[in-house]
């Protein structure tokens, strides 16, 4: 277990539906990392958050956003999915000196 | 840009030795890492190294750098079938920053 919580664990919807995915970092840990895992593009980063802040953006599409609240936790929206947005999307925490990440056990996304 | 290359197939028997191969391109790598990921599981992350390393060993695993070549290896002794899973190379830059993965080795070890 590595102490990273994510919720849910799998997600079913239809094209055009928008879903949030939820992450809690470990406890201690300032950034949040998200990244997708899909067969074709392999594991992708997406965006990090550092105490609230974004703070490094990947391949994330303009239809996905995330934030990072107070408490640390962080959500991942995801909006007018389409079948190409099935995934598997990871959340990992990182500690302030920034060596490793820990990731979550992932959110499965099916879009129908 | 960056990127990372490893085999994408590894068949060993039980009680042999694995190692499993990465390159990757960026040089200014700080940090290279290795991560477990089993079916249905998240990822697990195994051991790194820090760049101005050339070893490190944890149990069964040693970690070999060539920074010279952007050379990576995992050596997984007496692998085990518990062993069977997809390893995952990544690189990091500056600390703090995201991971660059490569497409991941499928270990399968047999009996």
């Known amino acids: 277990d590595s102490g990273v919580t994510q919720t849910p664990k799998h997600l079913i919807t239809a094209t055009g539906q928008r879903v949030t995915l939820r992450c809690s970092p470990r406890s201690g840990d300032l950034s949040v990392y998200w990244y997708q895992q899909s067969l074709d593009q392999g594991l992708q980063f997406l965006i990090q958050y550092y105490n609230g802040e974004e703070r490094a953006k990947g391949n994330i599409l303009e239809r996905f956003s995330a934030q990072q609240f107070p408490d640390l936790h962080s959500e991942l929206n995801l909006s007018s999915l389409e079948l190409g947005d099935s995934a598997l999307y990871f959340c990992a925490s990182g500690n302030s000196g920034g060596d490793t990440q820990y990731f979550g056990p992932g959110t499965r996304l099916t879009v129908l | 840009g960056e990127d990372v290359e490893q085999s994408l197939f590894l068949s060993v028997r039980e009680g042999d030795s694995s190692v499993i191969n990465c390159t990757y391109t960026?040089?200014?790598?700080?940090?290279l890492y290795w991560y477990k990921q089993e079916p249905g599981a998240g990822l697990q992350l195994l051991t790194y190294?820090?760049?101005?390393?050339d070893m490190k060993q944890d149990q069964r695993l040693t970690v070999l750098l060539n920074k010279k070549d952007k050379h990576l290896s995992l050596r997984i002794a007496d692998t085990q079938t518990g062993d069977s899973a997809i390893y995952f190379c990544a690189e990091r830059g500056q600390a703090g920053t995201a991971l660059i993965f490569g497409k991941g080795t499928t270990l399968s070890v047999s009996s």
């Open positions: 190294i820090f760049s101005n390393m």
């Open positions: 960026d040089s200014s790598s700080t940090y």
